[in-house]
C-alpha cells in the first residue's frame, strides 16, 4: 500500500486539521511526522471545537491508528495537557495511539533558549510560538537530544546532563528565567507518556503497509515555513515538505502516493517575515474578521492577503502535489473584486519563480476576477457553485497545473465538498 501526505501550501493554517478528520475514513492510519505543540489544528463538529497541537487529528474517527514519528518534537507537559483533555470529552487515546522512541523531547530548558534566543534577535525575531522548537530541532541535529525512547533508560542522568549545557547558555546569555512549575508539569508529563505504546514506530508502519493497510501523513505548518525552502530565516526548524513525511516516518519515497496539497482561497501568515502579499488595509482587515484569522495556539492576529500563485506553484513543485484543497472559500462570499498575484517585480523586472529572498523589494503583480457574491457556507455540492466561483477554481488549476479535488466552504467537518471521487 501506499502513504498518501496531506501538507500546507502556504504558511501554515490552511485548515489541514479539518481535512485530515474528513479523510481519515478513508485510511486505517494518520500519522505526524514533523513539527510539534507550534502546530494548532482545529477541528469541528456535531457543535464541538477541538484544537489538537501534538496529537494526530485522526484521532476523533472510531479506532484508526495514529502515530507520533520520529520526526516530530513533543513536550511531554503539553502532551498531558492535551490528551486529558480529549479523554476528558470522551476521546481516550489508549490503545489508538503509538509514538516513536526517536521523537525528540522538548525540555522546560528548550522552551527557555527559544524566548532567550528571540530576546537577542530583537527587531528581527522570527516571532516562534515560543514552545522550543528551533532549540529541540538544534540538539537533535547536533546530536545532544534527548529522545522518547531514553525515558526508558537511565533517564535522569541523561535529562541533568542536558539541562546542564542549556543552563551554561543561558548563563553565558544572562538570560533570567524560572523552570520550577513548568519542570513539574514536565516530569509528570514524562511519567504519563509511559503508557503509551512507545516504539520504533518506522517498523510498525512499514509493516502495516505491507499488510495492506492505508496511512495519511498530517503534515504541520506549511511549506513556506520549511526550514531549507520557506522563507529563511523566517521558518520553522523542520522539513514540512513532502519530502519530511519519508525522514520523520522513516517511509521510502517509492512508497509516497496522493500528495493532498492544501491552501486558503487567500493567504496568512503569522510571526514575522516576508509576505509579498499581505494587504495593509481594510479588504485585509475584512478577510481576519470574516476568516476569524487569529491564531489557534497563540491567539495572535495572522496577517492577511490575497492568494500568492508564485509561492503556491514552487510549494505544488517541491511537494510533488497530485491534489489540490482549497479552504475558506466562504471567507470570500462578500468581495466585489478577487485578487491573485502571478508574477513578483523585482528591481522593475517581472519573474513568475520564486526567488531566493523576497524580504524586500518584492512587488506583487495581480490578476483581478470577479468576486462570487454569493454565500457558499450551506452548499453542499459543485452543482451549487456560483459560476464566477468556478471560473476562480478553473484559473487557479490552470495556473498551478493540478486538479481541485475538494472545496471547503465552512469550518465543520460537513461543510465540505469533494469534487471527484477517484477510479
Ligand atoms: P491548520 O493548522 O492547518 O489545521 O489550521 P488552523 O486550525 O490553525 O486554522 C484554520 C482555521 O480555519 C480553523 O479555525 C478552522 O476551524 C477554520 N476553517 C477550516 N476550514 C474552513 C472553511 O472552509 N471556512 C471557514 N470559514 N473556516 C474554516
Ligand atoms: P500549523 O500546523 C502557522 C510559525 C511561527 C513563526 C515560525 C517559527 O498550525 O499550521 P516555531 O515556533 O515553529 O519555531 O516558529 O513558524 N509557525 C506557524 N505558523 N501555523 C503553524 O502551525 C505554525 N507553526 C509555526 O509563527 O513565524
Ligand atoms: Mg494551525
Redesign the pocket.
Known sequence: MKVDVLL?LQW???????VVDVLTPDYDVVARFQGGPN??????FEGQ?Y?LRSIP?GIFQGDKVNIIGNGVVLDPALFKAEAEELAKSGHSLKDRLIISKKAHLIMPTHRVLDAAYEAAKGDSKVGTTGKGIGPTYTDKVSRNGLRVGDLLHNFDQKYAAAKARHEQILHDMHFEYDITETEKAWFEGIEYLKQFQLVDSEHVINQMLDNGKSVLCEG?QGTMLDVDFGSYPFVTSSNTVCAGACTGLGVSPRRIGDVYG?FKAYCTRVGSGPFPTELFDEVGDKIRD???EY??VTGRKRRCGWIDLVALKYAVMIDGVTKLIM?????LDDFDTIKACVAYKVNGEEIDHFPFDISEGVEPVYVELPGWKTPM?KMKGEDEFPEEFNNYLSFLEEELGVPVKIV????DRE?TIVRYVDD
Do not use: F, R, Y
Not at 501554515?12 to 479539518?18: C, H, I, P, S, T
Open positions: 500546507g501554515g493554517d490552511e485548515g489541514k486539521g479539518k502546530a494548532g489544528h482545529t477541528l469541528e471545537k484544537v487529528s504541520a492544501i470574516l476568516g476569524h491564531g489557534a479552504m475558506k472559500s466562504d471567507v457556507s471547503s466552504v465552512g469550518p461543510q
